[in-house]
């Protein structure tokens, strides 16, 4: 199957990271899912542990979200006009997040936070960006600067065809290291429009935020009149329905971040993102203002069904989902921790909420710098013998794990019993 895409595809994939080169051998074609399990071409099944990459929060296949899907296809997949779904969703996301008071439904994640900044540098005037060293924003040209995941799985910098002329407005700063922010404003005082950030890094691994430091940028972009904006594409309804934002207690009023980028669980798995904010800066985009932004699929009906299935299910039962998840996370990744302790083998877990990542590293990790000194070759071990006994992990040690609702006690037998497995084979 690889071979046949192969000729097709550039190595054989529509997403660098899907093709396995941080763990070698070939990556397994999927043909179908249903709540926590993946089914390849092969009739193999995996328990799912990086649930197309953070979407899947309540499963696979969740079914409120594929009836809406399939109700909506059966009147039309696209219209290219306004239809009620985007206010209904959009209502949905304001219940959650207090600090989006407009917001504006794009296509993807990267869209997402490409047009937040382009609004951010024309809301304030100032050509700087100031982001984080492992932080994934998308692949637009200016946010491919020291991006963490794909771009570290494959030991490169940044991008080909990305020129120094668009690279040179964007300042790559370590991620918890609120001393170098105040260095940069220091340098740049009146030509910064804002920061963007993670507030849970999730493509260098997870790693969250050091106490203080959103705080702490919170305040700095306040005093030299900069905006915040928090990427929560993956963090977002999954840390809690509020996201990083509602766990951290930074969900309105003065601490709240100027704007958010959302993606992933908004759309229930189809495409789709979104970002949003204070109602004066997102009066600046066209039509109401000078800042351009468009989009010929943005507001699918589709996803606004698969979206406004999701976020239903999400406001209603959210009392029951985000303990069960934090719970079901916490034993899986502490079980395979306390396995690899008795293996002998140096690993640091960290754990926020439903994601998670295993770093093949004793020391902790609390930025890209430290999460680089993870064994690679150790994780890519590990990742295979995980896969021969049915748990399919990210594959690269430089992303996140995820866990749903659909996961439990069975999913953790399975999961913690091939890890014994796994771990005494990387041991070897």
């Known amino acids: 199957m690889q071979q046949r895409a192969e000729k097709m595809l550039p190595g054989g994939v529509d997403s660098p990271v899907r093709a396995f080169r941080a763990v070698g051998g070939n990556p397994p074609f999927v043909v179908s899912a249903e709540g926590a399990y993946l089914t390849d071409a092969d009739g193999n099944r995996y328990v799912d542990l990086f649930g197309s990459w953070g979407p899947m929060l309540l499963g696979h296949a969740f079914p409120p979200a594929v009836e809406a899907i399939c109700a909506a296809a059966h009147r039309s997949a696209s219209f290219g006009a306004s239809t009620p779904s985007e206010a209904d969703l ?10 989006v008071e407009m917001l504006r439904f794009v296509s993807s994640g990267t869209e997402a936070c490409m047009s937040a900044i382009r609004l951010a540098r024309g809301f304030t005037g100032r050509p700087f960006v100031i982001k984080f060293e492992g932080c994934y924003h998308g692949h637009a040209d200016s946010l491919l600067v020291k991006a963490g ?14 020129p120094n002329e668009t690279a040179m407005h964007t300042l790559a700063l370590p991620f918890n290291d609120l001393r170098a922010v105040e260095a940069a404003f220091a ?4 030509a910064i429009a804002c920061v963007i950030v993670e ?10 935020p050091a106490p203080g430091f959103l705080e702490g940028l919170r305040a700095l972009t306040h005093e030299y009149g900069a905006l915040l904006i928090f990427d929560e594409v993956m963090t977002g309804f999954r840390l809690s329905r509020g996201g990083a934002q509602g766990l ?19 759309g229930g798995g189809l495409p789709v993102g979104a970002f949003g904010g204070r109602a004066q800066v997102m009066q600046k985009l066209a039509p109401l203002g000078p800042v351009y932004q468009a989009g010929t699929l943005s507001g699918n009906p589709l996803a606004m069904a698969a979206g406004i299935a999701t976020l239903a299910a999400l406001l209603l039962r959210s009392d029951q989902i985000y303990p069960q998840l934090d719970a079901t996370t916490a034993a899986i990744a502490n079980g395979v921790a306390l396995i690899a302790a008795e293996h002998g083998i140096g690993m640091t877990t960290n754990r926020v909420g439903s994601m998670f990542t295993w770093f093949f590293t004793p020391e902790a990790v609390t930025d890209f710098a430290s999460a680089s000194a993870s064994d690679t070759a150790a994780f ?11 748990v399919w992990l990210p594959p690269s040690q430089f992303e996140a794990a995820f866990v749903s609702t659909a996961h439990g006690e069975r999913e953790l037998e399975l999961i913690l019993a091939a890890a014994r497995e796994a771990m005494a084979e990387v041991a070897r």
């Open 90 to 99: 959009a209502e949905l996301v304001q219940r959650c997040f207090p600090s």
């Open 149 to 162: 995941s794909g771009v570290a799985t494959f030991g490169i910098p940044g991008s080909a065809g990305v």
């Open 187 to 190: 340098a740049h005082p009146a």
């Open 199 to 208: 507030p849970v890094v999730g493509n260098a691994g997870t790693i969250p």
């Open 248 to 266: 951290f207690g930074m969900a309105s009023g003065d601490v709240a971040p100027d704007l958010t980028t959302m993606g992933k669980i908004l």
């Open 380 to 390: 890519a071990r590990f990742h295979h013998a995980m896969m021969e006994r049915g």
